[in-house]
């Protein structure tokens, strides 16, 4: 489960070292250690070095300039161009893998087929690359890059329809180890701001222009663990905040995810069989979602009352009637009471709106596919659902 120890944006810290290098592929020594090691992991993935400008330094510190990285990724052809890499206090480990003091990567390009990504710069602490045997072999993964912390600055993303998204920084830390793997960290993206308009998906355009929103500033944080050995994963918090417009807060745990099955799960592909032997080692353990309004509701009400020719007052009245209809399929007379008094609450007073999933002891996955599909109607029950509003 790479997304619980290989934070998303800092993916591309990934892609700046190991990532679309052709195995074989030859690559000039340049006689200095560190960049030869870092372009023998290279050399290990599944790509092809294109070009380097120029390598520079000696002893624990390296300057390269201008690498270009091409690869056909599920047949989409991608580039990668960083304009400088600075490597400092670097040094082989004795496993063989590439530690480095400090990472500075700068001038950073990748077109992932019609997607352009631009940052100016990704700055690492203690970052550990695995060695190319290891990524030869397959002891290690080409993701499984470690760094103690990286901070993304100036980061655009240029669609096909030529619009962008500007993000101000991104920063991801590693705060816990565990026989030198990272078990815990946090995240953030700061200041993402997306015009829908220019995202190339009418319907979208027209719902935000219909409900008055221009551009929106999007703020991301994050808080996850996952201790491969124990199998204990968690995300204690995903939130993600519009402004102006709502934030949601998610947060999650799961048991029994150990490298082991989650090799298990990979390995079972298309083989239903073999992935629902995989799931009963998965346990469900809890999942909260949270909705904080800060006007999409009200706008949204505005808008369909006066689509339909009422006011929102009115429309609230009828969805709020309409609810036990709605509900009636739980058969379940006390959860279908606890649901209409919270939505009834929370579309009178649109704060929040909490709903929690906790059974009373972690389930297994394959478990929960009997009764998904025989008797959906259960499910809540199974796993102790619950919603609350304006709490």
Not at 10 to 23: C, D, N, R
């Amino acid at each position: 489960m790479h997304s619980l120890r290989q934070f998303a944006l800092a993916g591309t810290v990934s892609l700046a070292f190991v990532a679309f290098a052709e195995p074989g592929a030859a690559f000039e020594k340049t006689n200095n250690a560190i960049a030869d090691a870092l372009f023998a992991s290279m050399e290990a993935g599944p790509g092809r070095i294109t070009s380097v400008g120029s390598v520079t330094g000696s002893g624990e510190s390296a300057t390269i300039s201008d690498l270009i990285v091409e690869a056909d990724v599920e047949g989409v052809k991608t580039v990668f161009r960083f304009g400088s890499i600075d490597l400092t206090g670097a040094s082989a480990m004795d496993s063989g893998r590439l530690k480095i003091g400090q990472s500075t990567v700068g001038d950073v390009s990748a077109r992932i087929g019609p997607v352009t990504v631009d940052i100016a710069s990704i700055v690492s602490s203690n970052l550990v690359i695995p060695s190319a045997d290891e990524l030869t072999s397959g002891k290690a993964s080409k993701t499984e890059i470690f760094y103690d912390r990286s901070d993304i600055s100036d980061i655009t993303v240029t669609l096909p329809t030529g619009g962008k998204i500007a993000i101000a920084s991104a920063t991801f830390s590693y705060d816990q180890f565990k026989n030198d793997r990272p078990t815990s960290g946090v995240g953030a993206i700061s200041n993402a701001v997306v015009d829908p308009s220019t995202l190339g998906v009418p319907q979208m355009k027209k719902m935000f222009s219909d409900l008055g929103y221009g551009p929106i500033t999007v703020n991301v944080t994050f808080s996850s663990s996952w201790d491969h050995e124990t199998g204990l994963a968690e995300v204690k918090s995903l939130k993600i905040a519009a402004t102006d417009v709502a934030t949601i807060d998610l947060g999650f745990k799961f048991l029994g995810l150990t490298d082991e099955v989650q090799n298990m799960l990979t390995s079972a592909g298309d083989d239903q069989a073999k992935a629902m032997q995989a799931l009963q080692n998965i346990q469900f353990s809890h999942l909260s979602l949270r909705l904080e309004n800060h006007s999409i509701v009200d706008r949204v009400l505005d808008f369909v009352s006066k689509r339909q020719g009422t006011s929102p007052d009115d429309l609230r009245k009828g969805a709020t009637a309409m609810l036990p209809v709605v509900l009636s399929s739980l058969k379940n007379p006390e959860l279908q009471a606890s649901i209409t008094t919270a939505v009834t609450t929370f579309l009178a007073e649109p704060k929040s709106l909490t709903a929690t999933a906790r059974p009373q002891a972690p389930i297994p996955f394959a478990q929960l596919m009997g009764p998904a599909m025989m008797a959906p109607h259960t499910l809540p029950v199974i796993l102790g659902f619950s919603i609350t509003a304006n709490q």
